[in-house]
Every structure is written in structure tokens, then in C-alpha cells.
């Protein structure tokens, strides 16, 4: 299939490209490197030394033979966005080119209205050029379990059917997010229903669980290859965040009770979600949701988890409970339906051990690279605006205009 991948210089993008490539399907990216220029102003980067995307893509060509084009571009802007996909005529789009990080979204009112713009905007865009120039291409759309919140009933995918006075429908899930980044992802949501309803866009609405792991079986393939690890408080995950932690003997940062429950799974199956959601697509008119995550955990359950396996590599690690800095329920119930995928052929990597060591590991290999000053949280849910410590030269000028390099 013709593939376009937005946002694949990112962490699931670039892991999904690779993928799809090496599956035989002819992929192109998209994407702006705006995440590495927000990592470069917050002053963090990633814990592995990721090369810039002509260095990626010329190593895939060189090991693989397969070739991987790159238009580097923002989606918020119209006309790069409808002549890019005029000139690619994709079959499926797959949209990870979005602002992903909560506490990002809610540093100060700059950054709520950033995250919004640009995941808003760009979403609606790429709905409107879809309609102008590929009406029968079909979206896989990366939403996310946050837009459900933690309701005190099961959740389902995408809808719910309802009883009310005696009459009854089969209406979108309530959604109750817990960040201005999560809430973006709820709006896209309504926009791209509405799109499959009024244009006959046809749409998967993909709403993931939190991601870990960094490693794919073509990502190994050479250190050119590397992807994203983030650990620090704005962009790094939670279990990601717990294996470096333990990797450098920081105390595992539980924020809370350690309660707080969310759908988990491994970026190798991120990946293959993505493949099973483009040969299986949606019919005209439909916007399918699925629920991609494979577990679900508490965080305290993810830090004793952690805790064990670091023991086992000889070295001790603390979990420090801490006052969350987020508006979250630190102890609730939570049942996530998640079985579209697997009916589909989905078989998940469950959370090992092994796993668990291989982060460890690669976090040691790379502990040089280590900021422990980013582990901690500062950005507060309850302030409307939070002071970030400076930002530090981590990404030097140069380093950073190579990283942007690729519009030449
Ligand atoms: P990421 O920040 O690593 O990658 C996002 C990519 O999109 C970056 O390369 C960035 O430069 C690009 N981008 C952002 N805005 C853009 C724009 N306007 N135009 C062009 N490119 C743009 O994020 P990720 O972790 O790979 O997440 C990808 C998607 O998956 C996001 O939509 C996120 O909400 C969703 N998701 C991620 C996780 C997770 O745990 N990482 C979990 C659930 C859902
Ligand atoms: N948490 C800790 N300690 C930490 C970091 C996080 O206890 O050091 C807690 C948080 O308070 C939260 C949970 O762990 O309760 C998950 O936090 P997270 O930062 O790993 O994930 P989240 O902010 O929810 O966002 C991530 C991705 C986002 C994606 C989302 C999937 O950054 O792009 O949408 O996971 S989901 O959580 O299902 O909405």
C-alpha cells in the first residue's frame, strides 16, 4: 500500500515507518521536526543519540533497499499539507504529527493554546485536503485512552449504547480527559466523525495506551536506527521514565497513591496496530474506534514491577511517593475493553522481564547522556502558570540545525 506517515521522526512514527517499509509498503513521512525544537527549548533531549532523518533514511536505503521519502513541513499549513498529498496519493494516512505530552499542554496558557492549535488545526486540515485530493484514502488517526478519563463504569470502544425514556442509540463514549493536550485529542475526535459523516471519509481512530519500550526488530538493525527514549517530566512516559530511573539508582518518581490506572503496551505492537488498522481499513462514511493497548497497570504496580526487576540486575532502587502535580484519581476503577485489535490478528508482547531488562540496559549504555535534574515533576496542574527551570544548551546550536536539516 501507499502510506503516508505524518509525524514519523517521532518515537511510534519513525518505529511505524520502518515497519510498514519493511513489510514491503511504499511509505513516506511527514513531519515538521518541531519536537525536536520543543525538546531543544525545554532543554531535554532523548536519552539515545537519535540522527537526523536524512542519516536515517539513507542507513534504511543502504542496509535494506527500501526507500523512504521525507517531505519536512508543518500541517498546520495548508497548502504544504494538500500538495504534498496530492503528489503522494496515499491509501491509508497515518496521523502521529501532534503536540503528545500533558504536562507540555498544561505549563501555561502558551502552550494549552499551542497544543491545541497545532493538533486541531493540523487535524482539520488534513481532513479537508483528505476531501479535496484523496476522499477514498483512509485515516488511522492516533487518539488516545485519556479521552475516556477514569469513569466509574467499563469502558468501551469508541461508543456505548444507551437507554434513556425508553428509547435507545449507539452514541460516542463520554469523554472526561485530564490534560488540555488530552482535551485536543477529544476535539479531533468530534471533527473527524464529523468528517466521515458529512464527506464519507472513511476513519480508524486509534486510542492508544501509554507506549514503552524503544527497541523494534528494524530499529536493531543498526545504531543509525536508533529511536526516541524519553525519560525526561514533560515528554518521557511513565514506565520508559521508571527504567532509567532504576537504570541510574534514582528513586522510582510514583506520583500519588500510585493508583492511577492506565492501558500500557509495547511499541512493537504500536506498530503492528498500525499495519493490522491499514489492511483492514474502515468503509466509507465510518469512523472506527479501537482501544489499543494490550495491559493495563496501576503506576505502583509498574514501579514494583521495575523495583523487582532492578534487584535482579543487582541494584537497588526506592519507589518515592510524591503529591501528584496532576488533577488525576489516585485510586479508581478501571475496565477498558480492548479486543477489536486482537479479533484482528493482534498478538500483544506482554510486559516481561526481559523487556524490562533490555530498557535497563540500554539506559546504561547511554548514562552519560543522563539529565538527572529532569526527573523530577515541576509542571503543576493547579497553576496557570508554572516556571520551568531554564533551559540548558543539551542540543548545542549545530547539533540542533543538523537534527533540522532535510529541507535542503
Ligand atoms: P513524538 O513527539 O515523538 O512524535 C510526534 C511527531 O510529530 C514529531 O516528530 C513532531 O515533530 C511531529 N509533529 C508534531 N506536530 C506537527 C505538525 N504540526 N506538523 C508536522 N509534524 C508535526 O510523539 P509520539 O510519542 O510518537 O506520539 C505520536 C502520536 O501517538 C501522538 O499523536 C500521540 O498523541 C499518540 N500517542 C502516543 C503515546 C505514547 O505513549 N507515546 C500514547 C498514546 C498516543
Ligand atoms: N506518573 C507517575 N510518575 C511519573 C510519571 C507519570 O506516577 O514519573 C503517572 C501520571 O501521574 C499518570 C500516569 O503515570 O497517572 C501516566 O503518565 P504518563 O506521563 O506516562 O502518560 P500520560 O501523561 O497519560 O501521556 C502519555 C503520552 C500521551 C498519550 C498517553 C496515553 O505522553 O501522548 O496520549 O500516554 S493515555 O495515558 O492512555 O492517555
Keep these: 500500500m501507499k502510506i503516508c506517515v505524518l509525524g514519523g521522526d517521532g518515537y511510534c512514527g519513525w518505529a511505524t515507518a520502518l515497519y510498514l517499509s519493511a513489510k514491503g509498503h511504499d511509505v513516506s513521512i511527514i513531519d515538521s521536526y518541531a519536537r525536536r525544537l520543543w525538546d531543544h527549548q525545554l532543554g531535554v533531549q532523548t536519552l539515545t543519540p537519535i540522527r537526523n532523518m536524512p542519516e536515517r533514511l539513507k542507513a ?69 485536503a483528505m476531501r479535496e485530493f484523496c476522499p477514498d484514502s483512509h485515516l488511522v488517526k492516533l487518539g488516545t485512552m485519556g479521552e475516556y478519563g477514569t469513569p466509574n463504569i467499563d469502558i468501551e470502544e469508541g461508543y ?6 425508553g428509547r435507545k442509540d449507539v452514541l460516542p463514549f463520554p469523554k472526561q ?22 464527506w464519507g471519509l472513511r476513519a480508524t481512530d486509534l486510542n492508544q495506551g501509554v507506549v514503552y519500550g524503544t527497541v523494534t526488530d528494524e530499529i536493531e538493525l543498526d545504531e543509525a536506527l536508533i529511536n526516541r527514549f524519553d ?25 500519588g497513591k500510585g493508583g492511577q490506572t492506565r492501558g500500557y503496551l509495547d511499541i512493537r505492537d504500536t506498530v503492528r496496530c498500525i499495519e493490522i488498522a491499514c489492511l483492514n481499513p474502515a468503509a466509507a462514511g465510518e469512523c472506527r474506534v479501537f482501544n489499543q ?86 509542571v503543576n496542574w493547579r497553576n496557570a502558570r508554572n516556571e520551568r527551570r531554564p533551559a540548558r544548551a543539551a542540543v548545542t546550536p549545530a547539533e540542533l540545525a543538523l537534527a533540522m536539516d532535510g529541507r535542503s
Design 60 to 128: 534504511w536505503h543502504q542496509l535494506t533497499g527500501q526507500h523512504i521519502d521525507s517531505f519536512v513541513g508543518d500541517i498546520t499549513d495548508y497548502e504544504f499539507l494538500a500538495s504534498t498529498l496530492r503528489s503522494v496519493e496515499p491509501e491509508a494516512i497515518v496521523h502521529f504529527a501532534e503536540q503528545r505530552s500533558a504536562p507540555y499542554s498544561m505549563i501555561d496558557r502558551e502552550h494549552a493554546v499551542f497544543t491545541q492549535v497545532n493538533n486541531v488545526v493540523g487535524t482539520l486540515n488534513l481532513l479537508f
Design 160 to 165: 456505548i449504547t444507551i437507554e434513556h425514556n
Design 293 to 378: 493497548f494490550t495491559e493495563q497497570f496501576s503506576v505502583l504496580e509498574i514501579a514494583q514491577l521495575v523495583q523487582t526487576a532492578a534487584k535482579k540486575l543487582g541494584r537497588e532502587v526506592e519507589i518515592r511517593h510524591m503529591p501528584t502535580p496532576r488533577v488525576e484519581l489516585e485510586e479508581h476503577y478501571y475496565n477498558a475493553k480492548h479486543s477489536k485489535l486482537i479479533d484482528l490478528g493482534l498478538q500483544p508482547h506482554f510486559l516481561s522481564e526481559s523487556l524490562l531488562d533490555s530498557l535497563m540496559n540500554i539506559a546504561l549504555r547511554y548514562r552519560d547522556r543522563v539529565d538527572s535534574g529532569v526527573f523530577m515533576p515541576q
Design 177 to 198: 480527559p485530564g490534560s488540555f493536550y488530552h482535551l485536543s485529542k477529544v476535539h479531533d475526535s468530534h471533527n473527524i466523525m464529523f468528517g466521515c459523516r458529512i
Design 231 to 255: 525519560y525526561d517530566e514533560i515528554f518521557g512516559t511513565v514506565l520508559n521514565r521508571f527504567c532509567i530511573q532504576a537504570a541510574v539508582g534514582h528513586p522510582l518518581t510514583v506520583y
